[in-house]
């Protein structure tokens, strides 16, 4: 299987390079063409610029060694989005699990990217294959969402809408 890490800055025109070595690299649609065609209007439709998290692995660049799902789990015991009743939907919502070797990277990189918009606002969207229903959270802060993060409350195949406040930029 294959993952997907997408970060969209929100009203960024020029792509930044990290102050820091983390374990995870980034690719920008300056480089290379990174955004959805077909699916994900909302989010693809966005202006700012469109990041792709991942490691290379021989000739695929993706974000298979960063993260996992737990696709066992029982659909009770996830905080499925109210709205979403379709069965086929939901099969495609799992949780993100940052693997812990990259989790504190992928929170330096998320941090530093809110603070490069305009605007302190960024889309998130870990996606696998399957789910090209178009869901949409948010907003929420920074902390909010390493919290839900933390919890195994982040979903694959929806997308956040991460705002950092006041309080967070100062940090």
Not at 4 to 21: A, H, S
Request: aromatic share 12%; with cysteine; net charge negative.
């Amino acid at each position: 299987m294959s993952y997907d890490l997408n970060i969209l800055v929100q009203q960024q025109e020029k792509p930044v390079e990290l102050p820091f070595q983390p374990s995870i690299q980034i690719k920008n649609e300056i480089q290379e063409e990174l955004r959805y065609k077909d699916i994900w209007n909302f989010m693809t439709q966005t202006k700012g610029l469109w990041y792709s998290l991942g490691v290379q692995r021989d000739e695929l660049f993706d974000a298979y060694t960063i993260c996992d799902s737990d696709f066992e789990i029982d659909e009770k015991n996830i905080l499925m989005p109210y709205w979403v009743t379709d069965e086929d939907v939901k099969y495609n919502l799992t949780p993100l699990i940052v693997k812990e070797q990259h989790f504190n990277d992928f929170c330096k990189i998320v941090k530093y990217m809110l603070k490069q918009s305009p605007v302190n606002t960024l889309m998130m969207l870990a996606r696998y294959q399957g789910g090209e229903h178009e869901i949409v959270c948010g907003v929420l802060s920074y902390e909010e969402f390493i919290k839900l993060l933390n919890e195994k409350k982040i979903l694959f195949n929806v997308c956040y809408i991460i705002h950092l406040n006041e309080f967070e930029r100062h940090k």
